[in-house]
T-cell receptor
């Protein structure tokens, strides 16, 4: 079945530590890939996106993500986490030909310890 | 620009009541959509529109109606509210029908159905 999976529901890291959030998708073709962040009580904000080309993409707030076709993954990373990064993070895909229809993973809640 | 606005922010309904969630965008975006967010399930597409007068169903359309008479507005109607419709609802818009575009999200409406 077609799906987007974020294996980690909750992650806790210490401030200043590195972060990696995992995302795997299950589709025949390579979709468009997105990471969104949602702060408590807020809407979603786009962190970064991948369409084609360089498999390492840079986003806002110091985030980056790497697309690995062989693993059907699009993991989000940040070298040094700040307390303000505490939020819920969503991986999403859009299938070519299904314009605008985002399919979201379940989300990962990030807690940052001081 | 106000971006994507949603009203109300909070709403409590009794089973069987009807109501309309309002969504408006001032960015002249062609594409608009409604998602619902439930714990552990990410966001799921309810209905979407690729332009004024054109709407279509998403993943979970049952119990909801939409119409789009103008580019700016995309209201979501609950015909007869059920407890299963307790959720947070997000409206989103995108400036182009081409794939892979950022969707801009509103702040959400938290709906409780008793």
């Amino acid at each position: 079945a077609q799906s987007v999976t974020q294996p980690d529901i909750h992650i806790t890291v210490s401030e200043g530590a590195s972060l990696e959030l995992r995302c795997n998708y299950s589709y025949g073709a390579t979709p468009y890939l997105f990471w969104y962040v949602q702060s408590p009580g807020q809407g979603l904000q786009l962190l970064l996106k991948y369409f084609s080309g360089d498999t390492l993409v840079q986003g806002i707030k110091g985030f980056e993500a790497e697309f690995k076709r062989s693993q059907s993954s699009f993991n989000l990373r940040k070298p040094s986490v700040h307390w303000s990064d505490a939020a819920e993070y969503f991986c999403a895909v859009e299938l070519p030909g299904n314009t605008g229809k985002l399919i979201f993973g379940q989300g990962t809640t990030l807690q940052v310890k001081p | 620009n106000a971006g994507v606005t949603q009203t109300p922010k909070f709403q409590v309904l009794k089973t069987g009541q009807s109501m309309t969630l309002q969504c408006a965008q001032d960015m002249n975006h062609e594409y608009m959509s409604w998602y619902r967010q439930d714990p552990g399930m990410g966001l799921r597409l309810i209905h979407y529109s690729v332009g004024a007068g054109i709407t279509d169903q998403g993943e979970v359309p049952n119990g909801y109606n939409v119409s789009r008479s103008t580019t700016e507005d995309f209201p979501l109607r609950l015909l007869s509210a059920a407890p299963s419709q307790t959720s947070v609802y997000f409206c989103a818009s995108s400036y182009s029908l081409a794939g892979g575009n950022e969707q801009f999200f509103g702040p959400g409406t938290r709906l409780t159905v008793l």
